[in-house]
């Protein structure tokens, strides 16, 4: 229709005329004024999104007795954050420090600037490390549940992370719902899509505009201003807003727009919402972004289920860990399974090609008895992992040349009894696990958006910074996926819940 605009002219818009259309320093396309609008609800802070980040800050709000008020734009809470693995880095926690395992503040930044190839803002790394344990405290005060067994995750040095006792992020979510839930001061709205930001006449956010029973549309995806549905409404936020609304996975233009190579249909783990909305809106404001063509892809998802899945879990923490994956043509290794995620999904993607010759990974019943057993028992449930009772069965299977896929297994094997791999596996670490006790579990392994690693570039106290100036935005805050920085390239697994939970923390103890 010729009378509506798209978000791609608007985003344009916005670039051409932050200089030439101010308001007080912002752009007037893009934003209300306060005097020319009538607030339907007041809080003390607004929040967009309802994950980690957002939850974790209304919670610290609320312990200073602000009243606050949690927009969700689609039909449930939690958004990425109750999909995901429930695995969360924790540095010097208590399980760790109980089994004598040394790590530090050093070891923990190292680790995510090797994997983030040096373009991560070590302040943002080293805050995590400082409130990781007051992270895990909240968790646990709203009675979420770890399991005493750490994960050691690839990429990392040391094993450090933990895991929810139901291998979800819905074991901390659900947990931080309930609690926010029954309190007075908190007031979670879903179906409520944020629109724009309300300025007050020296610059301030001061609030939002939403619309109220707003129904996402899969289809109008591509273009939000399609979506009209909703009731619209205005609440002020006295301290400020927090921008909580995660990364952009299934934002198919605009992701696309970073990457050209990752075309509409490369599928996603994330939830059909996760878009860059909110992110671009705050740009209007003088926001500046960062780093967000570095879109990762996890290197543990399969090809037989779509979206996140069931098998992820025991990809990674079984075979990854205490297996090894190969490439079915000819049964060998291709890279070191604890190596980053960028580094594994891109030589999946060599070996995938163009014929869909998807890897298979296998492991041994030790490994499976190591680990949580809801990894092995959720994926064999859904049919997306195999059990065999011999090699030559799984290799029957997958279409794998036997002898090959034995004399891999022997290698391996015998660099776990050295202590030494070929690829550069830290088999000393893993506890004697190798590959010979039947049955065996195999999975296959096709790569999928998971963590947009760029967005809103933040301090440490979580507010967001203006390009105009270089100085806070007033009144507008961010944490968690729809921030920048802390990542840098590539993000090491883990550490993203430790990330939403420390900021959106520091943002509810400041505004």
Request: glycine fraction near 10%; charged fraction near 25%.
């Amino acid at each position: 229709m010729a009378n509506k605009i798209s978000r791609r002219d608007m985003l344009k818009m916005s670039m051409v005329g932050a200089g030439a259309l101010a308001l007080s320093g912002v752009n007037a396309v893009a934003v209300s004024s306060e005097k020319d609008v009538k607030f339907d609800e007041e809080y003390d802070i607004v929040i967009v999104g309802t994950g980690f980040a957002g939850l974790s800050a209304a919670l610290k709000a609320s312990e200073r007795g602000k009243k606050v008020l949690i927009v969700e734009k689609m039909g449930r809470a939690g958004g990425n954050s109750v999909i995901n693995g429930g695995n969360m880095a924790a540095p010097m926690n208590k399980y760790q420090v109980a089994q004598g395992i040394k790590d530090s503040k050093e070891l923990f930044i190292a680790d995510a600037v090797k994997d983030g190839l040096g373009l991560n803002h070590t302040e943002l790394l080293s805050t995590m490390f400082d409130k990781s344990n007051d992270a895990v405290a909240l968790l646990e005060k709203c009675g979420a549940q770890f399991s005493d067994k750490l994960i050691f995750e690839s990429g990392h040095s040391v094993a450090r992370s933990l895991q929810a006792t139901n291998a979800s992020g819905s074991g901390y979510i659900q947990p931080m719902l309930k609690v926010l839930g029954e309190d007075k001061n908190v007031t979670i709205k879903t179906r409520t899509k944020f629109d724009d930001f309300v300025l007050n006449d020296a610059g301030k956010v001061v609030g939002i505009l939403a619309r109220e029973n707003y129904k996402f549309d899969a289809k109008l995806f591509s273009d939000d201003l399609e979506n009209t549905s909703g009731d619209k409404k205005a609440y002020k936020a006295k301290d400020g807003v927090l921008l909580a609304a995660g990364g952009f996975g299934r934002d198919l233009w605009y992701r696309q727009i970073q990457d050209p190579r990752i075309v509409p249909t490369i599928d996603s783990t994330n939830q059909q919402g996760s878009s860059a909305g909110a992110m671009l809106k705050a740009t209007d404001l003088g926001a500046i972004t960062l780093q967000t063509s570095w879109i990762q892809f996890l290197p543990y998802c399969s090809p037989d289920e779509k979206g996140f899945g069931a098998a992820v879990n025991f990809t990674n923490h079984c075979c990854n860990t205490y297996g090894i994956t190969v490439n079915p043509k000819t049964g060998k290794r291709f890279m070191n399974e604890h190596a980053g995620r960028k580094i594994k999904s891109d030589a999946c993607f060599a070996v995938i090609g163009k014929d869909e010759n998807y890897p298979v990974n296998l492991c041994d019943q030790q490994a499976v008895d190591a680990r949580n057993p809801i990894y092995t028992s959720r994926p064999l449930e859904a049919g997306v992992i195999w059990k065999f009772d011999t090699l030559d069965a799984l290799a029957a299977h997958f279409k794998i040349p036997a002898d090959a896929l034995k004399e891999s297994v022997k290698k391996y094997n015998e660099g776990v009894a050295a202590g030494k791999d070929e690829f550069g596996k830290p088999v000393d670490k893993l506890g004697g696990i190798n590959i010979s006790k039947p049955p065996f579990y195999a999975s296959r392994t096709m790569p999928k958006v998971h963590h947009t690693c760029g967005g809103l570039e933040i301090n440490t106290k979580a507010q967001v910074i203006s390009y105009k100036t270089h100085k806070p935005i007033e009144g507008l805050y961010a944490a968690g996926e729809i921030t920048g920085g802390v990542h840098g390239a590539s993000r090491l697994g883990t550490y993203a819940i430790l990330d939403c939970m420390v900021f959106g923390m520091i943002a509810g103890e400041t505004m």
